[in-house]
Protein backbone atom coordinates (compact mmCIF):
# COMPACT_ATOMS: atom_id res chain seq x y z
CA UNK A 1 0.00 0.00 0.00
CA UNK A 2 1.54 3.41 -1.35
CA UNK A 3 -0.07 5.60 0.95
CA UNK A 4 -2.32 7.08 -1.82
CA UNK A 5 -5.60 6.68 -2.56
CA UNK A 6 -8.18 7.37 -5.67
CA UNK A 7 -11.70 6.84 -5.87
CA UNK A 8 -13.54 5.56 -7.32
CA UNK A 9 -11.96 2.63 -8.36
CA UNK A 10 -13.94 2.04 -10.90
CA UNK A 11 -15.87 4.30 -13.41
CA UNK A 12 -18.44 3.28 -16.23
CA UNK A 13 -20.35 6.80 -18.03
CA UNK A 14 -21.38 7.63 -21.49
CA UNK A 15 -19.96 9.62 -24.37
CA UNK A 16 -20.59 13.08 -23.58
CA UNK A 17 -20.68 12.96 -19.95
CA UNK A 18 -18.67 14.64 -17.21
CA UNK A 19 -16.88 13.05 -14.22
CA UNK A 20 -14.41 13.87 -11.67
CA UNK A 21 -11.46 11.37 -9.93
CA UNK A 22 -10.31 12.19 -6.81
CA UNK A 23 -6.97 11.53 -5.43
CA UNK A 24 -5.76 11.52 -1.53
CA UNK A 25 -2.13 11.75 -1.56
CA UNK A 26 0.82 10.29 1.48
CA UNK A 27 0.37 12.27 4.44
CA UNK A 28 3.02 15.04 4.61
CA UNK A 29 3.25 14.83 0.76
CA UNK A 30 2.98 18.33 -1.06
CA UNK A 31 3.17 17.70 -5.24
CA UNK A 32 0.25 15.43 -6.80
CA UNK A 33 1.13 14.22 -10.27
CA UNK A 34 -1.46 12.73 -12.72
CA UNK A 35 -0.72 10.41 -15.62
CA UNK A 36 -3.22 8.14 -18.08
CA UNK A 37 -2.31 4.48 -19.06
CA UNK A 38 -4.44 3.84 -22.08
CA UNK A 39 -3.81 0.75 -24.20
CA UNK A 40 -2.38 2.92 -27.46
CA UNK A 41 -0.23 5.92 -25.92
CA UNK A 42 0.70 3.87 -22.63
CA UNK A 43 1.64 5.87 -19.63
CA UNK A 44 1.63 9.60 -20.02
CA UNK A 45 1.47 12.64 -17.46
CA UNK A 46 -1.03 14.76 -17.27
CA UNK A 47 -0.95 17.65 -15.03
CA UNK A 48 0.85 18.78 -11.44
CA UNK A 49 0.17 20.25 -9.11
CA UNK A 50 2.49 21.33 -5.64
CA UNK A 51 0.84 23.00 -2.54
CA UNK A 52 -2.15 24.00 -4.58
CA UNK A 53 -0.52 25.53 -7.27
CA UNK A 54 -0.05 24.11 -10.89
CA UNK A 55 3.37 23.24 -11.98
CA UNK A 56 3.69 21.86 -14.93
CA UNK A 57 1.16 20.45 -17.70
CA UNK A 58 1.86 17.25 -20.63
CA UNK A 59 -0.83 16.12 -22.78
CA UNK A 60 -3.45 16.97 -21.46
CA UNK A 61 -6.38 17.71 -23.45
CA UNK A 62 -8.46 21.01 -22.91
CA UNK A 63 -11.47 18.95 -21.90
CA UNK A 64 -9.86 17.74 -19.00
CA UNK A 65 -8.66 20.25 -15.69
CA UNK A 66 -7.46 19.46 -12.28
CA UNK A 67 -7.11 21.44 -8.65
CA UNK A 68 -5.29 20.71 -5.60
CA UNK A 69 -7.42 21.75 -2.60
CA UNK A 70 -5.82 22.86 0.68
CA UNK A 71 -6.34 19.49 2.40
CA UNK A 72 -3.77 18.56 -0.54
CA UNK A 73 -5.98 16.31 -2.38
CA UNK A 74 -6.62 16.73 -5.95
CA UNK A 75 -9.50 16.21 -8.52
CA UNK A 76 -9.33 15.54 -12.30
CA UNK A 77 -12.54 16.51 -14.05
CA UNK A 78 -12.83 15.16 -17.71
CA UNK A 79 -15.91 16.43 -19.46
CA UNK A 80 -17.23 15.83 -22.94
CA UNK A 81 -15.88 12.19 -22.40
CA UNK A 82 -15.44 10.25 -25.59
CA UNK A 83 -14.54 6.66 -26.04
CA UNK A 84 -11.35 7.29 -26.64
CA UNK A 85 -11.07 8.25 -23.26
CA UNK A 86 -11.29 5.31 -21.94
CA UNK A 87 -7.93 4.21 -19.49
CA UNK A 88 -6.64 4.28 -15.94
CA UNK A 89 -5.92 7.18 -14.65
CA UNK A 90 -3.08 7.65 -11.70
CA UNK A 91 -2.52 9.55 -9.02
CA UNK A 92 1.13 10.01 -7.66
CA UNK A 93 2.54 12.04 -4.52
CA UNK A 94 5.89 13.05 -3.42
CA UNK A 95 7.22 15.02 -0.61
CA UNK A 96 8.72 18.37 -2.86
CA UNK A 97 9.79 19.24 -6.04
CA UNK A 98 13.37 18.21 -5.73
CA UNK A 99 15.36 15.67 -7.54
CA UNK A 100 14.78 12.33 -5.81
CA UNK A 101 11.66 13.11 -4.40
CA UNK A 102 10.05 9.44 -5.32
CA UNK A 103 6.59 9.57 -6.57
CA UNK A 104 4.07 6.95 -5.32
CA UNK A 105 1.70 5.94 -6.95
CA UNK A 106 -2.36 5.30 -6.12
CA UNK A 107 -4.11 1.94 -7.38
CA UNK A 108 -5.88 4.23 -10.59
CA UNK A 109 -9.34 4.69 -11.29
CA UNK A 110 -10.57 2.47 -14.24
CA UNK A 111 -12.48 4.81 -16.66
CA UNK A 112 -14.98 3.12 -19.10
CA UNK A 113 -16.83 5.66 -21.87
CA UNK A 114 -19.30 4.01 -23.54
CA UNK B 1 13.39 15.47 -26.50
CA UNK B 2 12.14 12.77 -24.51
CA UNK B 3 11.77 8.75 -25.68
CA UNK B 4 12.26 5.58 -23.50
CA UNK B 5 11.56 2.44 -24.98
CA UNK B 6 11.83 -0.96 -23.58
CA UNK B 7 11.80 -4.46 -25.56
CA UNK B 8 8.11 -5.38 -24.95
CA UNK B 9 8.50 -9.42 -23.97
CA UNK B 10 10.54 -11.05 -21.94
CA UNK B 11 9.93 -14.80 -20.67
CA UNK B 12 12.22 -16.80 -18.43
CA UNK B 13 12.07 -20.04 -16.47
CA UNK B 14 11.97 -20.08 -13.03
CA UNK B 15 15.09 -19.62 -10.85
CA UNK B 16 16.84 -17.91 -14.12
CA UNK B 17 17.84 -14.39 -14.07
CA UNK B 18 16.27 -11.73 -16.09
CA UNK B 19 17.17 -8.81 -17.75
CA UNK B 20 14.94 -5.82 -18.73
CA UNK B 21 16.74 -3.26 -20.67
CA UNK B 22 15.64 0.10 -21.15
CA UNK B 23 17.09 3.19 -23.16
CA UNK B 24 16.34 6.78 -22.63
CA UNK B 25 16.75 10.12 -24.64
CA UNK B 26 17.20 12.86 -22.31
CA UNK B 27 20.43 13.42 -21.09
CA UNK B 28 19.66 15.72 -18.70
CA UNK B 29 18.13 12.98 -16.22
CA UNK B 30 19.33 12.74 -12.89
CA UNK B 31 17.10 9.53 -11.44
CA UNK B 32 15.88 6.79 -13.47
CA UNK B 33 13.60 4.59 -11.79
CA UNK B 34 12.02 0.86 -12.48
CA UNK B 35 7.96 0.38 -11.61
CA UNK B 36 6.16 -3.15 -11.26
CA UNK B 37 2.49 -3.14 -12.13
CA UNK B 38 0.79 -6.49 -11.72
CA UNK B 39 -2.26 -7.21 -13.73
CA UNK B 40 -5.24 -5.12 -12.52
CA UNK B 41 -2.98 -3.19 -9.98
CA UNK B 42 -1.21 0.36 -9.79
CA UNK B 43 2.71 1.25 -10.21
CA UNK B 44 5.06 -0.24 -7.57
CA UNK B 45 8.42 1.83 -6.95
CA UNK B 46 10.64 -1.49 -7.14
CA UNK B 47 14.22 0.79 -7.22
CA UNK B 48 15.39 4.03 -8.24
CA UNK B 49 18.77 4.89 -9.21
CA UNK B 50 20.65 8.65 -9.56
CA UNK B 51 22.69 9.55 -12.41
CA UNK B 52 26.14 9.78 -10.69
CA UNK B 53 25.65 6.04 -9.87
CA UNK B 54 26.47 3.27 -12.11
CA UNK B 55 25.06 0.42 -10.05
CA UNK B 56 22.71 -0.03 -7.46
CA UNK B 57 22.02 -3.65 -5.78
CA UNK B 58 19.14 -4.00 -3.99
CA UNK B 59 18.43 -8.05 -2.39
CA UNK B 60 17.44 -9.83 -5.70
CA UNK B 61 17.23 -6.98 -8.10
CA UNK B 62 20.36 -4.92 -9.37
CA UNK B 63 20.31 -1.80 -11.50
CA UNK B 64 22.67 -0.89 -14.00
CA UNK B 65 23.10 2.22 -15.76
CA UNK B 66 25.40 3.48 -18.62
CA UNK B 67 24.90 6.97 -18.66
CA UNK B 68 26.95 7.39 -21.87
CA UNK B 69 24.83 4.99 -23.91
CA UNK B 70 22.07 6.46 -22.07
CA UNK B 71 21.12 2.63 -21.16
CA UNK B 72 19.25 1.39 -18.21
CA UNK B 73 18.93 -2.52 -17.10
CA UNK B 74 17.10 -4.51 -13.74
CA UNK B 75 18.37 -7.84 -13.24
CA UNK B 76 16.29 -9.88 -11.57
CA UNK B 77 18.20 -12.69 -9.96
CA UNK B 78 16.80 -16.37 -9.05
CA UNK B 79 13.19 -15.36 -11.14
CA UNK B 80 9.98 -16.37 -9.41
CA UNK B 81 6.98 -16.96 -10.67
CA UNK B 82 5.20 -13.87 -8.56
CA UNK B 83 8.25 -11.89 -10.55
CA UNK B 84 5.45 -12.12 -13.44
CA UNK B 85 4.38 -8.56 -14.37
CA UNK B 86 5.08 -5.32 -16.57
CA UNK B 87 7.85 -3.68 -15.84
CA UNK B 88 8.23 0.12 -16.68
CA UNK B 89 11.27 2.40 -17.03
CA UNK B 90 10.90 6.03 -15.73
CA UNK B 91 13.34 8.91 -16.44
CA UNK B 92 12.17 11.92 -13.74
CA UNK B 93 12.23 14.58 -16.46
CA UNK B 94 12.96 18.60 -16.22
CA UNK B 95 12.70 19.06 -20.03
CA UNK B 96 10.66 22.04 -21.10
CA UNK B 97 10.86 23.14 -17.75
CA UNK B 98 8.13 20.29 -16.15
CA UNK B 99 9.19 19.92 -12.31
CA UNK B 100 10.33 15.87 -11.68
CA UNK B 101 7.42 15.05 -14.46
CA UNK B 102 8.13 10.95 -15.46
CA UNK B 103 8.26 9.83 -18.67
CA UNK B 104 7.91 6.01 -18.93
CA UNK B 105 8.85 3.81 -21.36
CA UNK B 106 6.38 0.85 -23.25
CA UNK B 107 6.73 -1.41 -20.20
CA UNK B 108 8.36 -5.12 -20.59
CA UNK B 109 6.26 -8.06 -19.67
CA UNK B 110 8.03 -10.26 -17.89
CA UNK B 111 6.59 -14.51 -17.92
CA UNK B 112 7.98 -16.62 -15.99
CA UNK B 113 7.41 -20.22 -16.51
CA UNK B 114 7.63 -22.92 -13.83
Known amino acids: DSGVTQTPKHLITATGQRVTLRCSPR?????VYWYQQSLDQGLQFLIQYYNGEERAKGNILERFSAQQFPDLHSELNLSSLELGDSALYFC?????????????FGPGTRLTVL | GEDVEQSLFLSVREGDSSVINCTYT??????LYWYKQEPGAGLQLLTY?????DMKQDQRLTVLLNKKDKHLSLRIADTQTGDSAIYFC??????????????FGTGTLLAVQP
Open chain 2, 26 to 31: DSSSTY
Open chain 2, 49 to 53: IFSNM
Open chain 2, 90 to 103: AEKSNYGGATNKLI
Open chain 1, 27 to 31: SGDLS
Open chain 1, 92 to 104: ASSQTLVGGDTQY
